[in-house]
């Protein structure tokens, strides 16, 4: 079933979801600002008539004939859609996604959203306290998050940064910013040069191979691609130009050996991030001093080549970058010199960004940085997991034993800013969780699936909605505070199921409407945290296959079991019936006893 009424999207969204030919045609109706071809999703979606511009919010409402297979996608990649019949404002209904929802939002409510999201406080870290977001350029937002050195496969202390820059970036579009996200690569290091000699490969092979593995383990964790991946190796120009600009400016200094260096006691600010003196960080030197600096606390820019290294040419012989210089000057280079934007771990504070500013400000004055927003670490037994104390556990390593859904979910599930604890049985109840979701919006699309979107919502439903809204809307806008946003999914989640599986719920006249109503604002606020999947039935699936996995068992084996407890039952040897349940339980198998037999559905093991 098609309809036409009034979609009401924000800018951003068009980038992300229509069609080419789509969008030429809206081009040739009205110049929006901020519209960009690409490749998309919802090609059949067409324009009914003429499209216009309605607030400063860079919101627009646009007449088209779509059906909802279409709004469901665009819901997927993390935008809101909205619709509304142009004439008497009644809500609107189009056909289900797998049979019958119908997306709804009053217009006044949506423009009330609008502005309640956009009073947006983060956390800054260079003045300590939540501020305001405010961005340089109204209505664009240029994000640098600093990226992974690609020597070996990535930890879950580098998911949990990326999963909450990812948050970050899916909820800046979410308010209707066209945002500008630049995450490197270092692909020329140290550690890289290292693990190659190590393995004997060439450093930028390797590099290369352990690019594409963060990339696939990324995906996997549904955060969003970058706009721009900047690779060190593809900007020496650039570096180098930096450094020039350094020495130029009277901040640096050349060895007769090549090797070149910032001068700490040049750059009167050196500490304003991290609060640190230089005779502190004297005092916490981990490196063996360099009696060629004139302070110990001076930092490489450019490293002369050592025999069997990789280098590039340059004014002060063939070398490679040092590790700080290289994300200013990707950052000057895709952002420019002043941007909104700049994070990474806590671990990054200091010397990886204090050095960045001390650099990026040398080559150029009007160097500034709105935020600066570092996430918490991940710990083992209270101490930080890193490569360099051999306590981490590999993303692919976790994804053998859990869902990525499930890992995102556990991820967070804790403030982005405060130290998450990896433990086996916090990942159990994440993907007991996302379970639970999973399963109540798949019963949920059953039970619409021959809805005609007729009728309207239970006033408690309608309440219920209202609430998950609100406390989305609150918790997000205070520096995403992402676990009292999953909270909020509590009440909905349990309205829906009762609606579906009480008796009272499938006799309630309400109930499709009520249904759909709720979720639909689910689906909206699981898009926004990257926890909707584009195929359900198969994520339940694979969930059931991983809680197998970790119980040690074989579909074969579990179906053994239960066989042997339905034999005892029949026998009324309830003890033994107890005994399979209760210990299929300890390994994190529920079984469900219902009209049609025995069902089961993984659990977290207390």
């Given at each position: 079933?098609?309809?036409e009424?009034?979609?009401?999207?924000?800018s951003?969204l068009?980038?992300?979801?229509?069609?080419?030919?789509?969008?030429?045609k809206?081009?040739?109706?009205?110049?929006?600002?901020y519209l960009?071809?690409?490749?998309?999703?919802?090609?059949s979606?067409?324009?009914?008539?003429?499209?216009?511009?309605?607030?400063?919010?860079?919101l627009?409402h646009?007449?088209?004939?779509?059906?909802?297979?279409?709004?469901?996608q665009?819901?997927?990649?993390?935008?809101?859609?909205?619709?509304?019949?142009?004439?008497?404002?009644?809500?609107?209904?189009?056909?289900?996604?797998?049979?019958?929802?119908?997306?709804?939002?009053?217009?006044a409510?949506?423009?009330?959203?609008?502005?309640?999201?956009?009073?947006?406080?983060?956390?800054?870290?260079?003045?300590?306290?939540?501020?305001?977001?405010?961005?340089?350029?109204?209505?664009?937002?240029?994000?640098?998050?600093?990226?992974?050195?690609?020597?070996?496969?990535?930890?879950?202390?580098?998911?949990?940064?990326?999963?909450?820059?990812d948050?970050?970036?899916?909820?800046?579009?979410?308010?209707?910013?066209?945002?500008?996200?630049?995450?490197?690569?270092?692909?020329?290091?140290?550690?890289?040069?290292?693990?190659a000699?190590?393995?004997?490969?060439?450093?930028?092979?390797?590099?290369?191979?352990?690019?594409?593995?963060?990339?696939?383990?990324?995906?996997?964790?549904?955060?969003?691609?970058?706009?721009?991946?900047?690779?060190?190796?593809?900007?020496?120009?650039?570096?180098?130009?930096?450094?020039?600009?350094?020495?130029?400016?009277?901040?640096?200094?050349?060895?007769?050996d090549?090797?070149?260096?910032?001068?700490?006691?040049?750059f009167?600010?050196?500490?304003?991030?991290?609060?640190r003196?230089l005779?502190?960080?004297?005092?916490?030197?981990?490196?063996?001093?360099?009696?060629?600096?004139?302070?110990?606390?001076?930092?490489?820019?450019?490293?002369?080549?050592?025999?069997?290294?990789?280098?590039?040419?340059?004014?002060?012989?063939?070398?490679?970058?040092g590790w700080?210089?290289?994300?200013?000057?990707?950052?000057?280079?895709?952002?420019g010199?002043?941007?909104?934007?700049?994070?990474?771990?806590?671990?990054?504070?200091f010397?990886?960004?204090?050095?960045?500013?001390?650099?990026?400000?040398?080559?150029?004055?009007?160097?500034?940085?709105?935020?600066?927003?570092?996430?918490?670490?991940?710990?083992?037994?209270?101490?930080?997991?890193?490569?360099?104390?051999?306590?981490?556990?590999?993303?692919?390593?976790?994804?053998?034993?859990?869902?990525?859904?499930?890992?995102?979910?556990?991820?967070?599930?804790?403030?982005?800013?405060?130290?998450?604890?990896?433990?086996?049985?916090?990942?159990?109840?994440?993907?007991?969780?996302?379970?639970?979701?999973?399963?109540?919006?798949?019963?949920?699309?059953?039970?619409?699936?021959?809805?005609?979107?007729k009728?309207?919502?239970?006033?408690?439903?309608?309440?219920?909605?209202?609430?998950?809204?609100s406390?989305?809307?609150?918790?997000?806008?205070?520096?995403?505070?992402?676990?009292?946003?999953?909270?909020?999914?509590?009440?909905p989640?349990?309205?829906?199921?009762?609606l579906?599986?009480?008796?009272?719920?499938?006799?309630?006249?309400?109930?499709?409407?009520?249904?759909?109503?709720?979720?639909?604002?689910?689906?909206?606020?699981?898009?926004?945290l990257?926890?909707?999947?584009?195929?359900?039935?198969?994520?339940?699936?694979?969930?059931?296959?991983?809680?197998?996995?970790?119980?040690?068992?074989?579909?074969?084996?579990?179906?053994?079991?239960?066989k042997?407890?339905?034999?005892?039952?029949?026998?009324?040897?309830?003890?033994s019936?107890?005994?399979?349940?209760?210990?299929?339980?300890?390994?994190?198998?529920?079984?469900?006893?219902?009209?049609?037999?025995?069902?089961?559905?993984?659990?977290?093991v207390?």
């Amino acid at each position: 079933m098609a309809m036409e009424g009034i979609l009401l999207v924000s800018s951003s969204l068009f980038h992300r979801s229509l069609g080419t030919a789509f969008l030429s045609k809206l081009r040739s109706n009205h110049p929006f600002p901020y519209l960009h071809c690409a490749a998309g999703v919802a090609r059949s979606i067409r324009c009914a008539g003429r499209s216009f511009v309605s607030n400063r919010n860079a919101l627009s409402h646009l007449r088209l004939q779509c059906n909802s297979t279409h709004l469901q996608q665009l819901r997927r990649d993390g935008m809101c859609a909205v619709l509304r019949c142009e004439g008497d404002g009644n809500l609107a209904a189009a056909e289900g996604m797998s049979g019958g929802v119908s997306a709804t939002m009053d217009c006044a409510k949506a423009k009330e959203q609008d502005a309640r999201n956009a009073e947006f406080y983060i956390y800054n870290t260079m003045s300590r306290k939540k501020e305001k977001f405010r961005p340089k350029v109204a209505g664009k937002v240029g994000m640098y998050v600093c990226g992974v050195t690609t020597y070996d496969f990535s930890h879950i202390g580098h998911a949990r940064v990326y999963v909450a820059f990812d948050v970050l970036f899916r909820y800046l579009r979410h308010l209707g910013y066209e945002v500008k996200y630049v995450r490197n690569f270092t692909d020329v290091d140290d550690k890289v040069i290292a693990k190659a000699l190590e393995l004997g490969e060439d450093p930028l092979k390797l590099s290369e191979r352990f690019c594409k593995e963060f990339q696939h383990d990324m995906a996997a964790l549904q955060c969003l691609p970058p706009t721009v991946e900047p690779r060190v190796t593809d900007h020496m120009d650039q570096i180098i130009k930096m450094i020039e600009q350094i020495l130029e400016n009277g901040y640096g200094y050349v060895l007769e050996d090549g090797d070149v260096f910032f001068s700490v006691n040049k750059f009167l600010d050196y500490g304003c991030l991290s609060g640190r003196g230089l005779d502190e960080n004297l005092a916490l030197e981990r490196i063996a001093v360099d009696l060629r600096k004139h302070n110990p606390a001076d930092f490489a820019l450019w490293k002369s080549t050592k025999p069997g290294e990789p280098f590039w040419m340059s004014p002060w012989g063939p070398g490679r970058p040092g590790w700080h210089i290289e994300c200013s000057a990707m950052s000057a280079e895709h952002l420019g010199h002043a941007f909104d934007i700049h994070g990474g771990g806590m671990d990054l504070i200091f010397p990886h960004h204090e050095n960045e500013i001390a650099q990026s400000c040398a080559a150029c004055k009007y160097s500034n940085v709105g935020y600066w927003v570092h996430n918490g670490f991940v710990t083992v037994n209270a101490e930080k997991m890193s490569k360099s104390l051999g306590n981490f556990f590999t993303i692919q390593e976790v994804f053998e034993m859990y869902h990525p859904f499930a890992v995102r979910l556990f991820l967070i599930g804790t403030h982005y800013r405060s130290p998450i604890n990896y433990s086996k049985l916090q990942l159990e109840i994440a993907s007991d969780r996302a379970y639970y979701i999973f399963q109540t919006l798949e019963d949920c699309e059953k039970c619409l699936a021959n809805y005609d979107g007729k009728g309207i919502a239970s006033d408690e439903s309608q309440a219920c909605v209202s609430k998950l809204r609100s406390a989305f809307l609150s918790s997000m806008a205070d520096d995403l505070h992402t676990p009292v946003t999953l909270a909020a999914l509590s009440e909905p989640l349990k309205t829906l199921n009762d609606l579906i599986h009480t008796p009272k719920g499938y006799k309630d006249k309400y109930q499709k409407s009520s249904l759909t109503i709720l979720h639909d604002e689910m689906q909206n606020v699981l898009s926004i945290l990257g926890l909707l999947p584009s195929n359900i039935p198969e994520v339940l699936k694979e969930l059931k296959t991983k809680s197998l996995k970790r119980a040690g068992l074989t579909m074969e084996e579990l179906e053994f079991h239960i066989k042997a407890r339905a034999a005892a039952r029949s026998g009324r040897d309830y003890a033994s019936a107890d005994h399979i349940r209760e210990n299929l339980a300890a390994r994190g198998i529920a079984l469900m006893d219902g009209p049609n037999g025995t069902t089961w559905k993984p659990c977290h093991v207390l």
